[in-house]
């Protein structure tokens, strides 16, 4: 297994362009696909993610022209997939994953999807029993609940509401809403019980309209999507900076000096902006502007008690830096972790005490006590998980050598992550 050992860091003083956001760039590249025309999006994310998402929109019959490594013009099917029989593998990228079952359970096509073997252990039962609710025709290949999956075409009825339980997966219910404008009838999803993540469903209906559908909105528990709509092509698409990939250099900034990143700035639509307030509260200062966003050391951080709901990705780099605060940390709200590409919660909390931190781990929630100094040379394991390679760089800025197993799995969602980052520490 490949390695990477990162020296002891005196100081962070740099700056940093953002890859695309990972969430708006599937988002983009679906609705695009299924537009009436044709768009051109820009600043895509180059990634395992998004490459799948390409790989399967043109094993769809989607054509697609890749302009430079970041923009491509994407010919929008209107709504109809050329191929009606395909078999798509889609990696560890649930961004491509779960809307894709959605939107091919209603084209009325025979589809198998698969993905590496994590992403066969992540739960998607409860999409799948709401299109079900359609008469979608929905088969399990392997374990009960869980990807691989095989759909056939399927008579679909919406004049009844959809439930979706809410507390699993916000990507469940963007997959809904993204693929119920292909039946052209009025279609009502019901959330049943709390809804987590909402800052990706406003990511969502914000790209919907854009592409000419207006979802309604009665709080979170109920949407309503209109009758005899289409999507329409948006011409142009800039996919913003990566707000989650921000966390990381906006952290480094806080811990150790300052860090500027571009791509992203204070009318961001991705709910991981609010990272940012997250950073004030444990002390750092944090400026704004149109394109960019800088933090500043301001001192010791002080620790917080945090409902991570609204930045469940984010929220990660908070748990390492809760390293580098003065007293007890903790971080609520946050069983979607479990459910990601690793059981997060169980990792962070594995990888945490080999740095000397005291951890208490509960079913939703981290306590986090930094110890009183940093253990050096601990080697930390990534399983596989992006974001747990790119938080636990941070640990080099407590001037203590770690050393990172699997780096490369970050290529996910940033793949030059460790090049970004060698740019901005001093040694």
């Known amino acids: 297994m490949e390695v990477l050992q990162l020296k002891p860091v005196s100081e962070v003083d740099g700056s940093v362009i953002l890859p695309g956001s990972k969430s708006i760039s599937n988002r983009t590249l679906l609705l695009a696909a299924l537009a009436n025309s044709t768009t051109e999006v820009c600043d895509l994310l ?19 022209e890749k302009v430079n ?25 649930g961004t491509a994953f779960r809307p894709l079952t959605a939107v091919l359970a209603l084209s009325g096509g025979d589809y198998k999807l698969s993905g590496v073997s994590r992403m066969h252990e992540r739960p998607i039962a409860d999409l799948v029993d709401a299109l079900r609710q359609t008469g979608a025709v929905i088969e399990y290949l392997g374990n009960e609940g869980f990807p691989p999956l095989k759909i056939s075409p399927a008579k679909i009825d919406v004049s009844k509401p959809i439930k979706i339980r809410g507390n699993v997966s916000s990507q469940f219910l963007t997959a809904l809403l993204m693929a119920l404008p292909l039946t052209k009838q009025l279609a009502v999803i019901e959330v049943v019980g709390e809804l987590i993540s909402k800052p990706y469903i406003e990511i969502t209906l914000n790209l919907m309209a854009c592409f000419g559908i207006k979802v309604a909105r009665e709080g979170w ?14 011409k142009r698409v800039n996919v913003e900076g990566d707000a989650s990939s921000a966390s990381y250099f906006l952290a480094a900034g806080a811990i150790a000096g300052r860090c500027q990143v571009y791509g992203i700035g204070e009318n961001s639509i991705q709910g991981d902006i609010k990272f940012c307030d997250a ?32 930045i469940p990705d984010a929220a990660m780099t908070l748990a390492v830096m809760a390293l580098f605060a003065d007293g007890t940390t903790i971080l609520r709200n946050i069983a979607s972790w479990r459910v990601k590409e690793t059981d997060r919660i ?38 596989d998980d992006h974001r ?20 490369k799995c970050v290529a996910k969602t940033f793949p030059d992550y460790f090049e970004q980052f060698s740019k901005i520490v001093h040694l």
């Not at 528990?221 to 948006?234: C, D, G, L, Q």
């Not at 200062?285 to 050391?297: P, Q």
Request: contains cysteine.
């Open 221 to 234: 528990k109920r949407f309503v999507i209109p009758a005899n709509t289409e999507y329409h092509a948006s």
């Open 46 to 64: 180059v990634s395992d993610d998004t490459a799948r998402m390409l790989e399967a929109l043109q094993a769809l019959g989607v054509k697609l």
């Open 279 to 310: 950073l004030e509260k444990m002390g750092a200062k944090v400026e704004f502007s149109a394109l960019t966003v800088e933090s500043i050391r301001y001192g010791r951080l002080k620790a917080i008690d945090l409902d991570c709901n609204h």
């Open 388 to 407: 747990m390679a790119m938080c636990f760089s941070l640990v080099s800025l407590g001037g203590v050598p770690i050393t990172i197993n699997d780096p």
């Open 69 to 93: 490594e970041t923009d491509w013009i994407v010919h929008g099917c209107g709504g109809n997939f050329p191929n009606k029989n395909a078999d798509l593998f889609l990696g560890n990228a």
């Open 346 to 383: 169980k990792a962070m909390a594995t990888e945490l005490r080999k740095v000397g931190a005291t951890v208490e781990e509960g079913a939703d929630y981290l306590k986090i006590t930094p110890p009183a100094k940093l253990t050096p040379n601990a080697v930390i394991d990534t399983y």
